[in-house]
T-cell receptor
């Protein structure tokens, strides 16, 4: 069974540029999460989807971050414009309802 | 709010040594507790979990006991291997499924 797939694995951009990350969850998993992991820190939740609905986006900086999960499967997280402080690893995870979360390998973003 | 505190790393051990990584938490209600492991270049993997007080989670020789009276969930292993070198995260979940993580503890095991 394939795990959570994320792309790209690495991304380097200049500040003020837009960037997007893509996540394909495990087949059949209705809940999808995006986490932000700063260097030397644990992951912090940005947004949680149940099917197509964002049920918890309280930690998502909505002035520059947006996310979507069309058709309740794949998801895209976007930053526009990126700032130097956005350099981090962006993790996607999925679960069946509120059971164990399975994490993807993450996208490492570097903003120059 | 919820929070998790882990001992700072790196923890450096020789192969076959005993491992303890301390974890304490603050939470409302009765959270579930987890240990995740992150190997270099990989995503987080669930190592073990406990859902109620006095439960012991175990996997791959690792153990942790949910201690409500001390709000702790310390990770232990009797004999570490080089392949255990990774970053270990303690986490909790209360109410809904959102996980709150500690900062992580790096473990380095030398031959």
């Amino acid at each position: 069974e394939a795990g959570v797939v994320q792309s790209p694995r690495y991304k380097i951009i200049e500040k003020k540029q837009p960037v997007a990350f893509w996540c394909n969850p495990i087949s059949g998993h209705n809940t999808l999460y995006w986490y932000l992991q700063n260097l030397g820190q644990g992951p912090e939740l940005l947004i949680r989807y149940e099917n197509e609905e964002a049920v918890d986006d309280s930690q998502l900086p909505k002035d520059r971050f947006s996310a979507e999960r069309l058709k309740g499967v794949d998801s895209t997280l976007k930053i526009q414009p990126a700032e130097l402080g956005d350099s981090a690893v962006y993790l996607c995870a999925s679960s069946l309802d509120t059971n164990e979360q399975f994490f993807g390998p993450g996208t490492r973003l570097t903003v120059l | 709010g919820n929070s998790v505190t882990q001992m700072e790393g790196p923890v450096t051990l020789s192969e076959e040594a005993f491992l303890t990584i301390n974890c304490t938490y603050t939470a409302t209600g009765y959270p579930s507790l987890f240990w995740y492991v992150q190997y270099p270049g990989e995503g987080l993997q669930l190592l073990l979990k406990a859902t109620k007080a006095d439960d012991k989670g175990s996997n791959k020789g690792f153990e942790a006991t949910y201690r409500k009276e001390t709000t702790s969930f310390h990770l232990e292993k009797g004999s570490v291997q080089v392949s255990d070198s990774a970053v270990y995260f303690c986490a909790l979940s209360s109410g809904y499924s959102t996980l709150t993580f500690g900062k992580g503890t790096m473990l380095l095991v030398s031959p």
